[in-house]
């Protein structure tokens, strides 16, 4: 219990710092663990010894909530454990204050805390924002009971790639890992923040090594050009950047490094 209040405080402290007034971060830490190696798309045993010489992956599943323009939004859910819920709660932000959700993508570890273990409606007042191509995918092309269980508990708004949403989010296209797979642009007075959902799954290596994609995208080869899109765009204008698979806290800035990219 100590130790969980201690990582949830070095969080907000961490992210808060990183941004000024104007957007707000909270990082909410889902679970941590370890990642097979197997799951790697194109790494050679050589890349594999140089970027992982442990022989390990860290692997961590994030959500995130940012105040931004007088509202506050919560970026993913995270599994249906209900972390992400207790998570809030320890930054003194209930389940029924949370009135607005956005998606990246439907995987589980994104949408998942949508509903309490127990099945339930995790967040009892909120709208939950989905993209229509993704949302099309997973309930009528796939026809998935999980997805389509947890969506039809809230009511659910459908945006399109570069819609601007409230005025201070735009859906940016960065499919790939899955057909609709969104970034989210964060914006309030001239600064910016890019939630970035499943451009990376593990930085230690996809960060110098872009090409590498992980066996779970729907399409490798697309999801590899919105992975060097993205961290080329947030590079280049020195945006911040908060992923739900980053090391804790899950936000850096990105620089350009030879054909791959670093933490600033």
């Not at 797979?181 to 110098?208: C, R, S, W």
């Not at 947030?234 to 806290?249: D, E, F, L, R, V």
Request: a negative charge; one cysteine or more; aromatic letters at 8%.
């Amino acid at each position: 219990m100590l130790r969980a209040l201690l990582v949830s405080l070095m969080l907000v402290c961490v992210s808060q710092a990183a941004f000024a007034s104007s957007i707000e971060l909270i990082s909410l830490l889902d679970t941590q663990g370890q990642g097979n190696p197997d799951l790697l798309i194109g790494a050679t045993d050589e890349q594999k010894t140089q970027y992982l010489p442990d022989g390990k992956l860290l692997s961590q599943i994030l959500a995130f909530y940012v105040k931004v323009s007088g509202r506050g939004i919560l970026f993913d859910t995270g599994l249906g454990d209900g972390h992400v819920v207790n998570e809030l709660a320890k930054n003194e932000i209930k389940a029924s204050d949370v009135d607005t959700i956005l998606i990246t993508h439907l995987h589980p570890d994104h949408f998942g805390g949508l509903l309490t273990p127990e099945g339930k409606k995790a967040f009892p007042n909120a709208k939950v924002y989905v993209g229509r191509i993704e949302r099309d995918y997973w309930v009528n092309t796939l026809k998935n009971e999980n997805v389509i269980n947890a969506l039809k508990s809230y009511d659910v708004q459908e945006f399109e790639f570069d819609d601007e949403l409230f005025g201070s989010v735009k859906a940016i296209e960065a499919a790939g890992h899955t057909p609709g797979h969104t970034v989210f642009e964060v914006n309030a007075d001239d600064e910016k923040l890019l939630i970035v959902g499943d451009i990376v799954h593990f930085i230690q290596i996809q960060f110098p090594l872009p090409e590498i994609s992980v066996r779970y995208d729907t399409d490798p080869d697309k999801a590899r050009e919105a992975r060097i899109k993205i961290l080329d765009y947030a590079s280049t204008n020195q945006i911040p950047i908060a992923g739900m698979h980053i090391t804790p806290p899950g936000t850096c800035k990105v620089e350009k490094v030879g054909t791959g990219f670093a933490k600033r």
